[in-house]
Every structure is written in structure tokens, then in C-alpha cells.
């Protein structure tokens, strides 16, 4: 399971619908609790990929690497990313899958006609083979901030 | 010789949760052999089934890409610090398709009225 505060899930979703008809995608910070990974901060990221965006995105290694290091700055782990799926499913493609690592979540949303839909989110097995959904527990309490000052920056 | 690796998030499972891990080598291809050795599991998620480095696993030494140095005969020192990176991407079922010399732009759903539109009448093709 993977939390989430409501907040920060229409967060999401208005930047798929901003980015519409291309891909958005960004990094979830988070700590890994007893029930399951529960996200803490949100931070959007271009979309690197340069043709075919309405179809892919990517994040560069070295976007990665100042995820790690603001993951590190806030006590915090990169739990997972989201990306948006413009007019189609809100489920993971192969092309997901074979770029996917375990552990992390994907979160998913699909953007229909401009307006968000559906929400998921997946988790590739250890073996590789699939992915298996996660339930999205929302938290409808303002999203806590865990450190002062973080919000600026680029953070959404 | 140790030389420190660092290990991203989603592999630090597999490493005991290790954030980093000294290994023994000279090259980034005998550090990432020798963690391979250590952590088997680690194998299927760092290379293809060829035995070649996934393509979103980015393996640098310090702040270069080893695709850009020496690829895995990267010498590699103590002072140095390796780290594993991966790209992040991904994608909705869209594919392309190439039907004798033109490339549609198709999904699953696609009907095949329009897939023969895209053939036959498409003012792209």
C-alpha cells in the first residue's frame, strides 16, 4: 500500500492535465511505515524525453541524482515516480515494465481528453515478469510537511 | 583495492539495505562483478539477458557516464566513487508499426477502419 494526502494526489493530477497531450512525470519522497510506503513530498520533473511525448518520458541520471541527494537532504527515500498516460489506461505498458526496478512504485494516472481519471499504482516483482497494483490509501489531511523551507525550489 | 559503490534505493533491498558497499577491483566492470558475486539477485535487475548492462542502468564513475569512458574496462581507484543510475521511463501502450514503408502510430484499442484510414487516406503517409 502506498499513502498518499489528497493534497498531493490533485497535485499530480493538475500536472498531468497541465502537461496534456504529453507525458508529465516526477519523483515521490517518502518513508517506508509499517503499512507501507507513505508519501511525504512530491517534485515534478520535465520530461526529458526530446520526440514522442505524448507517448513517453523519461528522467535523465542526472535528474536521478539530484532526486537521491534531495531524498538524503530531507532524512526521506525516493519511494517511487508518477507519469501520466494521456487518452490511455491508467495501467503500466510493457515498455514500463521492461524499464522498471523493483521495489519503487509507479504511480499512473490517466488523462482523458485533458481531464485526469483514473490513479494507480504498481510495483514490478523481484523476478521481473509483472507488476502487481498497490492500493492508493489517500490521506485527506493537509499533506505534513516534514521540513521546514521545502516547498520552494521546484517542489510542487 | 576497495572502492565504494553506491547503490540506488531500489536495489539497497538486495544489499542489506547498504546505501553504499566497498568492493575489490580496478575496473567499474570487476566492481560490478564482484556485486553481482556478493548479491546475486542483483544480476537479473542490472543486466539483460545477453549479459549486457540494462539500457536505463547508468553506471558512472564519480560524475561520468562509463558509456563516455572506457564502459566496463573503466579503471577505477579508491578515490573514486562508482554509483549506479538508473534512467527513469516509461510510456502508454502506443507502438509503432511498419507496414510496407510507412510507420503508423497505432494501440491495442486501434480499430482497423482506422488503421486502413492510416494506410489508405492518412494525409501523414
Redo the contacts between chains.
Keep these: 500500500m502506498i499513502t498518499i494526502a489528497l493534497t498531493q494526489l490533485n497535485q499530480i493530477k493538475a500536472h498531468a492535465s497541465a502537461t496534456y497531450p504529453e507525458e508529465c512525470c516526477g519523483v515521490l519522497f517518502g518513508e517506508e511505515g509499517e503499512s507501507g510506503k507513505i508519501v511525504r513530498e512530491i517534485l515534478d520533473i520535465p520530461n526529458a524525453k526530446e520526440e514522442n511525448r505524448e507517448r513517453r518520458f523519461l528522467i535523465t541520471p542526472e535528474e536521478y541524482r539530484r532526486s537521491e541527494q534531495e531524498a538524503e537532504r530531507l532524512g526521506l527515500e525516493v519511494l517511487g515516480f508518477y507519469h501520466s498516460h494521456p487518452d490511455h489506461p491508467a495501467r503500466p505498458s510493457q515498455f514500463d515494465l521492461e524499464h522498471a526496478m523493483p521495489w519503487w512504485s509507479y504511480v499512473i494516472v490517466s488523462v482523458k481528453k485533458g481531464m485526469p481519471a483514473d490513479v494507480t499504482s504498481w510495483s514490478l516483482d523481484d523476478d521481473r515478469r509483472e507488476f502487481r497494483e498497490e492500493k492508493i490509501a489517500v490521506d485527506e489531511r493537509e499533506a505534513r510537511r516534514v521540513m521546514p523551507g521545502v516547498g520552494s525550489g521546484g517542489m510542487l | 583495492m576497495a572502492v565504494k559503490v553506491l547503490i540506488?534505493?531500489?536495489?539497497?533491498?538486495y544489499t542489506n539495505k547498504e546505501r553504499s558497499v566497498f568492493l575489490s577491483g580496478t575496473t567499474a566492470g570487476e566492481l560490478l562483478n564482484e556485486l553481482t558475486t556478493q548479491f546475486p539477485?542483483l544480476k537479473?535487475?542490472l543486466y539483460s539477458g545477453d549479459g549486457t548492462l540494462r539500457s536505463?542502468v547508468?553506471v558512472?564513475v564519480n560524475d561520468d557516464?562509463i558509456r563516455y569512458l572506457q564502459q566496463e574496462q573503466t579503471p577505477v581507484t579508491e578515490k573514486d566513487t562508482v554509483?549506479i543510475?538508473?534512467?527513469?521511463?516509461?510510456?502508454?501502450?502506443?507502438c509503432r508499426l511498419k507496414v510496407e514503408g510507412l510507420t503508423l502510430?497505432i494501440?491495442k484499442t486501434t480499430s482497423k477502419k482506422r488503421i486502413e484510414w492510416l494506410i489508405n487516406e492518412s494525409p501523414i503517409n
Aim: glycine letters at 8%; zero cysteines.
Design positions: 540506488p534505493t531500489p536495489l539497497r533491498p539477485v537479473q535487475h536505463y547508468n558512472y557516464d554509483s543510475i538508473p534512467s527513469i521511463a516509461g510510456g502508454n501502450r502506443q502510430e494501440q
